[in-house]
């Protein structure tokens, strides 16, 4: 009898003891589950945080398809009448602009744009095989230079005359970084002058400037619509697809961007 009891009484200490190893476990496993619970929304929040910097580096969208239009007419130079400055610099279609509509911030000093710079070099190495010894005599400047060189225009042929082919301080497309004066070496006597455009030189390079993203910007009876006379030897760079519509269109700029 006494073997039996304490048989029993081994059996439901066994029993007790396997009870609350059962209850320690469960009891574990909720504490884990319930620690994994708490962590999970820390984790969505930091994502969240991190998605939130992520948009807020992105590059605001400055490619209205629909421009504003000027509220005030330009005067007779093509100038908008106390027109001050603006504080960025205009991008329609991803395109960086420039005129006498779309200035650039006084502070806008990018200086040379190197991918329009090895676009150029890859120019006039095409231009040296086919004999014309190109050269890019004029490329960016900055705004203080362009104020230097305009008022020396101004002083030698008035204002009037000189809008006509030099702009204004922030008006300048050679502030942008991405537009060069072009003319042959040993040819000096026709640079800056229409008659470049004229010559074998000036004639390849007006045909082919597309191939390499450049187009001419102020090209032959467009004054009305670029605001400045025709300029052989300036060419800007908008990249390959956008000059060659462009050259396809026979079109400016302007025109392209849906400004005139």
């Given amino acids: 009898m006494k073997n039996n009891r304490l048989l029993l009484i081994v059996g439901a200490l066994i029993s007790i003891a396997l009870i609350v190893s059962i209850f320690v476990v469960y009891n574990y496993k909720n504490n884990q589950v319930n620690n994994a619970s708490d962590e999970q929304p820390k984790t969505t929040e930091t994502n969240k945080s991190t998605e939130k910097d992520s948009s807020a580096i992105e590059k605001p969208d ?3 398809e629909t421009p504003a239009k000027p509220e005030q007419q330009p005067d007779e130079n093509g100038y908008l009448p106390n027109q001050t400055l603006p504080t960025e610099p205009t991008y329609i279609k991803d395109i960086l602009l420039a005129n006498k509509i779309y200035p650039l911030p006084s502070t806008f000093a990018p200086e040379e744009n190197p991918e329009a710079r090895q676009a150029l070099n890859q120019m006039l190495t095409a231009a040296k095989q086919q004999g014309f010894d190109l050269v890019a ?6 705004f203080e230079y362009q104020t230097t060189l305009y008022n020396n225009y101004v002083k030698r042929d008035g204002q009037a005359a000189a809008d006509r082919y030099s702009a204004r301080p922030g008006y300048s497309e050679h502030q942008t970084g991405l537009a060069f004066d072009i003319g042959e070496r040993g040819k000096e006597d026709v640079w800056l002058t229409e008659e470049f455009g004229e010559t074998p030189a000036g004639q390849w390079l ?16 467009k004054e009305a619509i670029t605001g400045y ?3 052989s030897w300036h060419y800007r760079y908008v990249g390959k697809d956008i000059a060659n519509e462009i050259a396809k269109q026979s079109i400016t700029l302007e025109e392209y961007l849906g400004v005139k």
């Fill in 62 to 64: 400055t490619t209205p």
């Fill in 229 to 231: 006379m025709y300029e």
């Fill in 137 to 142: 005599f004029s490329g960016y400047r900055s």
């Fill in 206 to 221: 007006f045909a082919h400037a597309q191939e390499y993203g450049f187009i001419l910007r102020f090209p032959q009876n």
